[in-house]
């Protein structure tokens, strides 16, 4: 599998500090783990860091993996930089196994990661490896901002916009892909420069959530539009999907 983010890791964080943009999700994980007595989180696609960091300073044991040994460098330093050594392997998240044998209380695969993968034989893998890796009780969670209504948005998004960066999402999807060009403009004198970043996902809305979980053999799957746990509709602007390990 490629590493979709060798070079796009290290510019990555323009999206913000890993302590600024991650809305509502902070009370969600802590509302949600609460409620289970969770302790053990691992991040199977953690990044850059900033849900590790998040779940570290909630007061979890965390631990995080990512195929991108990029993203894993710029990990590390986020998280040293800020005081926190916090275990982080390179791994593919279809075997989990191979480098964790331990089971996790929770297991998190945020931002769209998931659908990283294009093929259902590849995305059961996955599933199922993380299902292997979660205690009696344990939760699987994913969350993405692919939805049937940020699929119907104008295929041309102006993400950032500062004095000295701009960051553009081009998109474009059919009925199974979506596209999307990431353009990052640098015009300030230290920096003049321009990159693309080309990243494909696999359309996961929530009946395919549902069909994949149950056919990984998950029969507690619930599936909200937004971090207040509302339920998943036309109008949600994030998917979140929370799965229960029954045996």
Known sequence: MKDTYEKF???YDEFGSIENYLGD????????????NVKTVLDCACGTGQHVYMLSQLGYQVWGSDYSQSMLKMAEKNLSARGYEIPLKQCDFRYLEKEFDDRFDAIVCLTTSLPHLHTDEDLLLAIRSMKNRLKENGLLIFTSGTTDYTLSLPPIE????????SRIFVKAHDDRFQ??????LYHSLQRMEENQYDIVYRILLDNDYQRLLSQAGFTDIEIYGDYDRNPYDAG???LI???????
């Open 241 to 247: 999907v929370i799965a229960k390990q029954t045996n």
């Open 179 to 184: 596209t999307i060009h990431i353009i990052d």
């Open 158 to 165: 102006v993400v950032i916009n500062r004095e000295d960066f």
């Open 25 to 36: 999700e902070k009370n969600f994980f802590s509302r949600l783990f609460n409620e289970h």
């Open 236 to 238: 949600s602007m994030r």
């Open 9 to 11: 890791a290290f510019d």
